[in-house]
């Protein structure tokens, strides 16, 4: 038989790199989709009553309580067993997506109530459509004071990718997992794993403080 | 669906199940209460510049907003086991909560004292009110009013990410319901009766959170 | 020939006809698709474990080829923790697991078992030479996370009013190592075949493997879904053909350097 326990070499970096890949990708796919979707969502929010308010918060309340890790095994359990397995990829992505889809939405309806209503008077008095109002006037300036709260979510879905490992998506902390099993060196690649989340993390986490300091003037 | 439930095997279990979701509150109130202690100190060392203490403070905010929760409760686990500190899995997933919720409310604690106007201090100050009396009676209670809402967020997170300790086989709701579904591999009937009781719990604390919130503030927010 | 007359016949001609096209089940999905989704616990040498060169290796991976051979199809072996196991064969993530499943009563209610194809012995591993298992008491233990020797040493601990506070779980095979390796516990309790590899490695070379669990014999088997009954049927005539084949014993050979021991392969044969 091979040796059991083998160090770290230069032919794990195509390894590494292929999860820092499915991390970078899961992570982009979550926030686009979470993204479009909390904004549909947002905009019907802020426009509905009460009682459509209700139903739909209730429904998000479910994605917002339950540990994400739980989400994914049921979710990706469940599907199988109703005869349609997904590949851990696609499960991972609905899951997170509709996941960030629920942070989002509440980001985006504050992004829509921010706006003034006088705005709205005066942009419906010269003429605009109640559509045109939404994506000329409402959307540029509501997305610009929230801003930096979709940045948070944003950042927050980048470190929460991390659970997809658990049903078995090959993403960083997962390859890391598999790396550590056959060297029994935890230390230096757990370190080399949250320095990598760390450097895509803080850059955006200042960028984010310094558009909230700008728009604070 | 060729799935067939087994509710039985579970409800069997039910005791177990309710032992694992009390861990999983002791765990996230104990994180909250020293995380608060910690995240308050951390925030008037930073605001003071209280050198070298300021310094390790922004190193200990940033560190723990900017990476996974999973890697931190890893590194309190077997990061530090490398180091000969061995670290329960109860204390390891303990120890990373308390370090992402002091690292999370010191920042929420530092932007609630700047967002009340110096002018409040300085009214109070002509008023004749002494250093501690406008603290304990003008700004403290302005500044908890508006991290109020975000503590709360910041407890129900507590609760949601210990169900990390799955991983590092701690044996709160998550990780005892791994562990029985392992016993009969009766998967989705355990983790949805878990993912019902996260929702019990989650609701229940943002409920009473909300109608603490009510005699506390009188509606005045 | 009137309405009514038409409809009998369509209706007795689908009667007729449908249990002829009934859905393919598993073992003509696995052909179609020229794929076979081979579920194994990938850190649990010499069983299943990854080389340097991250490929999997071991028994049960020998295994998931030669099955694969034998359908005609190309083998993907897929890693698993223990407790992954259920939830990749339900969500059809696998079509079999090859991952030293122990065949308790319990867990057939759920899924589906094949003859048995291993035997092991649950032992202690520590790093003080440990004599008997009573010598346990006191001592800090660990197992992994849902194994049946978790179980087992749980029950054992219980009967003897140890409690639970000095024991330790792990969420897989390989951080149960970890955790003894780095001294955050003072003994695991594993399989015979994992401690006897182990011992190889110079990592755990001044460990030492203690006591069997008294009267435990781990016997496993393959899984795959409950339903799927010609699949296991088809299993079940594989693993007789591994030992028939003497693929069985090449296998033992090349991971455990030796022959397989009589006894195994006739408790095997027995079917015990």
New interface residues.
């Given amino acids: 038989?091979?040796?059991?326990?083998?160090p770290l070499?230069w032919?794990?970096s195509g390894?590494i790199l292929a999860g820092i890949w499915n991390t970078i990708v899961i992570s982009v796919v979550a926030i686009v989709i979470g993204t479009i979707l909390g904004l549909i969502i947002g905009f019907i929010r802020s426009e509905s009553n009460k009682t459509v308010n209700l139903i739909l918060s209730s429904l998000l309340?479910?994605l917002?309580?339950?540990?994400?890790?739980?989400?994914l095994?049921?979710f990706?359990?469940?599907?199988?067993?109703?005869?349609?397995?997904?590949e851990?990829f696609v499960a991972g992505s609905i899951i997170l997506s509709l996941y960030t889809m629920a942070f989002m939405s509440e980001v985006f309806r504050s992004a829509f109530e921010s706006v003034h209503s006088s705005m709205l008077t005066a942009s419906r008095s010269l003429g605009l459509s109640y559509w045109q109002t939404v994506f000329y006037i409402r959307l540029p300036i509501g997305i610009r004071t929230v801003f930096p709260s979709w940045l948070g979510v944003a950042?927050s879905v980048i470190?929460?990718s991390?659970?997809v490992?658990?049903?078995?998506y090959m993403e960083l902390?997962r390859t890391s997992d598999?790396?550590?099993?056959?060297t029994?060196q935890?230390?230096e690649i757990?370190?080399g794993?949250?320095l990598f989340?760390?450097l895509i993390?803080?850059p955006l986490?200042l960028y984010g403080k310094h558009v909230e300091r700008k728009m604070a003037l | 669906m060729d799935y067939q439930f087994h509710w039985n095997t579970v409800f069997q279990k039910m005791p177990e199940m309710l032992e694992g979701a009390f861990v999983t509150l002791h765990v996230s109130i104990l994180s909250m209460l020293i995380g608060i202690v910690i995240a308050v100190f951390l925030a008037i060392v930073k605001m003071n510049q209280i050198k070298p203490f300021s310094y390790i403070s922004s190193v200990w905010i940033e560190i723990s907003r900017n990476t996974p929760a999973l890697f931190q409760i890893y590194m309190a686990y077997f990061g530090l086991g490398a180091f000969g500190i061995h670290l329960s899995p109860y204390v390891a997933v303990l120890s990373a909560l308390i370090f992402v919720n002091a690292g999370y409310l010191a920042e929420t604690f530092r932007g609630g004292f700047q967002s009340i106007p110096k002018t409040q201090y300085s009214a109070s100050k002509s008023l004749g009110m002494t250093n501690f009396q406008s603290y304990w009676y003008i700004i403290l209670p302005q500044m908890f009013r508006r991290i109020y809402h975000p503590m709360t967020n910041q407890f129900v997170w507590s609760i949601l990410m210990s169900s990390l300790g799955i991983l590092v086989g701690m044996s709160e709701l998550s990780g005892e319901t791994q562990r029985l579904q392992s016993l009969s591999f009766r998967t989705l009937e355990f983790f949805m009766v878990a993912a019902v009781m996260y929702y019990i719990i989650t609701k229940f604390v943002l409920i009473s959170a909300s109608l603490i919130s009510r005699r506390l503030f009188k509606g005045e927010i | 020939m009137n309405l009514f007359k038409k409809l009998t016949i369509c209706a007795s001609l689908v009667a007729v006809l449908l249990p002829t096209v009934s859905s393919a089940d598993k073992l003509d999905d696995v052909i179609k698709k020229g794929e076979l989704n081979c579920g194994v616990v990938l850190d649990f040498p010499p069983m299943g474990y990854f080389d340097k060169d991250n490929k999997p290796l071991g028994f049960d991976v020998d295994y998931c080829n030669d099955l694969a051979k034998a359908l005609g199809v190309k083998s993907n072996v897929l890693n698993l923790t223990w407790s992954d196991r259920i939830p990749s064969l339900v969500s059809g993530k696998t079509d079999v697991v090859i991952g030293s499943t122990s065949d308790t009563l319990e867990r057939a209610k759920s899924v589906g078992f094949t003859y048995p194809y291993f035997i092991f012995k649950f032992q202690v591993f520590s790093k003080n030479k440990i004599a008997s298992f009573d010598d346990l008491k006191g001592l800090k233990v660990g197992a992994a996370l849902g194994t049946t020797y978790e179980t087992e040493y749980l029950a054992y601990a219980k009967k003897h009013g140890w409690g639970k506070d000095n024991y330790t779980a792990f969420k897989s095979e390989n951080d149960a190592f970890l955790g003894l390796f780095q001294g955050k516990i003072d003994a695991i309790i594993t399989t015979n075949t994992n401690i006897a590899t182990k011992l190889q490695t110079k990592e755990f070379k001044d460990f030492s493997a203690g006591p069997f669990v008294p009267n435990y014999d781990d016997v496993v088997g393959l899984i795959a879904k409950r339903s799927e009954v010609s699949w296991i049927n088809y299993l079940n005539l594989f693993l007789i053909h591994q030992i028939r084949d003497g693929n069985m014993n090449k296998h033992y050979n090349t991971h455990f350097g030796a022959d397989a021991p009589a006894d195994l392969i006739q408790a095997l044969r027995d079917n015990k």
Wanted: no cysteine; net charge neutral.
């Fill in positions: 038989m091979g040796s059991l326990f083998t070499s032919n794990d390894l309340d479910i917002r309580s339950v540990p994400l890790i739980i989400q095994i049921l990706s359990t469940f599907v199988g067993a109703w005869g349609y397995p997904l851990p950042l470190k929460d991390a659970l490992s658990v049903i078995g902390l598999q790396l550590i099993s056959r029994q935890p230390l757990l370190l794993v949250g989340y760390f993390s803080y986490s």
